[in-house]
């Protein structure tokens, strides 16, 4: 198979169908051709990568070490692949997901271009069939679910929003052929991540940039590098180690950004004196709100933490307004995902830079010329929306997933997500997902994450392949527990607090339920959970030989 539009038309049947050709449907396929099962991927995209295939924006890149978020289940892939940057931009984490495809061979498997609409489970004949919109009707034994958890672009419900004429463009969606932004007056709607990282590449090529802020964001300098050759051939040296602490540790991590050795903080902020934080401030700058143990977890320590961090942002930021502005003041550092920059703040010390704090100014309609606010209009060529995601279940939900007696995942979630161990849905059997909700996931670094649950998928088919068993899914007072756990695990943190609107809680899409979707009981733990209740034979899962075998 190719990724030629006119794809040849599929074959019936598989072993195993994978929707989404990111980084887990690659390592998923891979996994699977190695046990001998015929496997499918399914991807919407005209080629492998998912997010590092559709965060196209300027200024997209990794927030993690690049030495660490890669695979490492190929010696020769690591050894052969050399970063050129601490944290490696989208375009060259896209041309290594190119390669690992073409190292592998994985395309002739992946049907491109095509997205799945439905997956039912067919209980008589336990197998799932699974539609496309391009009118495929497939089915296999097991689905995988590599969908991803930032892949349901999110767009703004703003009155007006169809009836713009000058270009309008999501960064997620960012199309391959770049947005001309040379000499445009540009606005972006956002702050997020994906606005923090685009807004300084922006602001070098637009005749002006004006940025629509709903929530100021905590955002820490990247110190992104070159890599050396000394800094691969020191990693080189040690991979096997380094990878077994990120598999160990709590979010997949064993490398800092420093891309040194990296220990969980243990000093604390409330046993500095006035002296001592302020001798911190000098000589960390804006990371001195990060290195402390007890700025997570103790709401007061939080709140020191933010004073120094607002003093940050009034040191860099000469407008004394928009630095007030990009303050924030209600949340808690560290209740929504880090955010990690290159020149953010600085770049709203330029003359064509400029902020519409939404909280006094909110955006009454997209005009056919630009962005109306209560206090006026403004005109512009280029609108983008930084808006975020469907985050953990918004993939999952735009398919139409109907498990026994055609219960709809949807109305199984209909109170939020629920499953057991993140990995499988009661009354869902055969239906994996990597890294859903009730897993690390996005609390991690992705890719060892994703991984571990590559890996425990595949051992968990080889298994129902070497005992004879047709049929998997989870005992639903396993589910109970589970989801009890994910929640209990929770309960207090700074995540959950009343003052964190953050997309782990859903708060983001409309409707949502308000539930803290992944798991912070750490990677480590987690990883020993799974493999114990494998090792168990499969505890709290009902496993059983299928009435009719699959056709
Ligand atoms: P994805 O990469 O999201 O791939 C899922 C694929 O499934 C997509 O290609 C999509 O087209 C396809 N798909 C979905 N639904 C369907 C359907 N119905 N039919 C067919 N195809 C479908 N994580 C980190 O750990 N570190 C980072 O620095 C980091 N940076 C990020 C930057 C951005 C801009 C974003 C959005 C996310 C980032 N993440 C990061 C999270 C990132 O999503 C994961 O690290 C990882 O790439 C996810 O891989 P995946 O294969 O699970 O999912
Ligand atoms: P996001 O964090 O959800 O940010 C979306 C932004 O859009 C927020 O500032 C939000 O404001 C704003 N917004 C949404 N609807 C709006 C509306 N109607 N009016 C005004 N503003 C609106 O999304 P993201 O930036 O794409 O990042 C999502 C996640 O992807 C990250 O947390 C991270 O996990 C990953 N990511 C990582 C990187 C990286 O550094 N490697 C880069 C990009 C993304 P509110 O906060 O007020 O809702």
């Known amino acids: 198979m190719t990724n030629a539009a006119d794809r040849a038309p599929l074959s019936n049947s598989y072993d195993v169908l994978i929707v989404g050709a990111g980084f887990a449907g690659l390592y998923q396929l891979y996994r699977l051709r190695q046990l001998g099962m015929t496997a499918l991927v399914v991807e919407a995209g005209d080629d492998v990568g998912g997010t590092w295939y559709w965060n196209r924006y300027p200024g997209a890149r990794c927030d993690v070490t690049s030495l660490e978020y890669s695979y490492s289940w190929s010696k020769e892939l690591e050894n052969e692949w050399e970063w050129s940057e601490l944290m490696a931009s989208q375009p060259e984490i896209e041309r290594y997901a190119q390669h690992v495809a073409t190292k592998f061979d994985l395309r002739r498997d992946i049907a491109f271009n095509t997205r799945v609409t439905s997956a039912h489970y067919d209980e008589a004949a336990n197998c799932w069939r699974v539609t496309t919109d391009r ?11 590599a969908t991803g958890c930032l892949s349901a672009p999110m767009l703004p419900n703003i009155p007006g929003i169809e009836s713009y004429q000058g270009v309008s463009v999501q ?6 052929d770049g947005v001309d932004l040379a000499g445009k007056r540009v606005a972006i709607i956002g702050t997020g991540s994906s606005a923090v990282q685009s807004i300084p590449e922006v602001a070098k090529v637009a005749a ?19 890599l050396t050759e000394e800094d691969q051939r020191r990693v080189r040296e040690t991979y096997d180690q380094l990878r077994e602490q990120e598999r160990n540790s709590i979010a997949g991590i064993a490398l800092g950004l420093g891309g040194a050795l990296f220990a969980p903080p243990t000093a604390k902020i409330l046993e500095l004196s006035e002296d001592e934080r302020r001798e ?6 804006f990371s001195v709100t990060r290195m402390f143990a007890d700025v997570p977890t103790n709401m007061e320590a939080n709140g020191v933490a933010r004073a120094l961090y607002g003093e940050m942002v009034r040191r860099v930021v000469r407008d004394p307004e928009t630095a007030a502005a990009l303050t924030p003041s209600e949340h808690p550092i560290g209740c929504k995902r880090a955010v990690i920059d290159t020149n953010y703040f600085e770049t709203f010390n330029l003359p064509h830079v400029s902020l519409v704090d939404l909280r006094k100014d909110p955006i009454a309609a997209i005009t056919p010329s630009g962005i109306q606010t209560a206090s006026g209009s403004r005109e512009f060529d280029v609108i983008i ?6 985050a953990m279940t918004g993939a999952l939900n735009r398919i139409d997933i109907r498990g026994r007696g055609g219960e709809k995942l949807t109305e199984h979630w209909s109170g939020g ?3 057991y161990l993140g990995l499988m849905v009661a009354g869902f059997p055969n239906l994996f997902t990597i890294t859903g909700p009730g897993s690390p996931s996005v609390m991690s670094n992705m890719m060892v994450s994703i991984e571990q649950h590559v890996d425990w998928i595949s051992d968990s088919l080889a298994y129902l392949r070497d005992h004879g068993i047709e049929r998997m899914e989870p005992a639903i007072e396993a589910e109970d527990r589970w989801v009890d756990h994910v929640n209990n695990v929770a309960s207090g943190t700074m995540y959950v607090a009343e003052s964190c609107h953050s997309w782990y809680l859903g708060e983001n899409v409309p409707g949502k339920i308000r539930q803290f979707m992944p798991y912070i009981g750490g990677v480590g733990r987690y990883r020993a959970k799974c493999d114990e209740i494998a090792a168990n034979g499969y505890e709290g899962f009902i496993l059983e030989k299928a009435a009719v075998p699959a056709g």
């Open 135 to 145: 009118g495929d009707a497939v089915q296999g034994r097991y689905a995988v679910m």
């Open 171 to 176: 960064t997620s969606l960012w199309p391959r």
């Open 208 to 226: 002006s940039l004006t940025v629509y802020q709903r929530t100021p964001t905590y955002t820490w300098p990247a110190n992104n590098r070159p």
């Open 280 to 285: 911190a401030l000098e000589k960390h700058g």
């Open 385 to 390: 929306y930084a808006t975020g995601f469907d």
């Open 417 to 419: 997500p629920r499953n």
